[in-house]
């Protein structure tokens, strides 16, 4: 059964940091470009990171980067994203997912964050809150 569960979630202070987990089973995750989206309460969602497979090409969205990092670890089968100096706007509930359309090891830097249609085996999301 093809699965993304995240973890890490949790309530921390403004410039604190969070670090989570997506793990991947039931599929080959190097054969898959990773992304981390997010979803506040009354917003759309919204994409903060995709990570390629093969030569690991990163994207961040303009509002987290120089904040989070995200990384993966094939062996391991799980994808992580490092936050760091959280914000109150960070709030929201966290998911990542696999690309199944298009080319599926690969993030385009120009519609990684908005064609959330290319994506699918979507996890069930990790809340991050963060105030003081």
């Known amino acids: 059964q093809v699965q993304l569960v995240e973890s890490g979630g949790g309530r921390v202070q403004p410039g604190g940091s969070l670090r989570l987990s997506c793990a991947a089973s039931?599929?080959?995750?190097?054969?898959?470009?990773i992304a981390w989206f997010r979803q506040a309460p009354g917003k759309e969602r919204e994409g903060v990171s995709c990570?390629?497979?093969?030569?690991?090409?990163?994207f961040y969205g303009g509002s987290v980067k120089g904040r989070f990092t995200i990384s993966r670890d094939n062996t391991k089968k799980t994808v992580t994203l490092q936050m760091n100096n959280l914000q109150p706007e960070d709030t929201a509930v966290y998911y990542c997912a696999r690309k199944v359309q298009g080319q599926r090891t690969y993030c385009y830097p120009s519609t990684w964050y908005r064609q959330l249609s290319d994506y699918g085996s979507w996890g069930q999301g990790t809340q991050v809150t963060v105030s003081s």
């Open positions: 039931g599929f080959t995750l190097d054969d898959y470009a």
């Open positions: 990570i390629s497979s093969g030569d690991g090409t990163r």
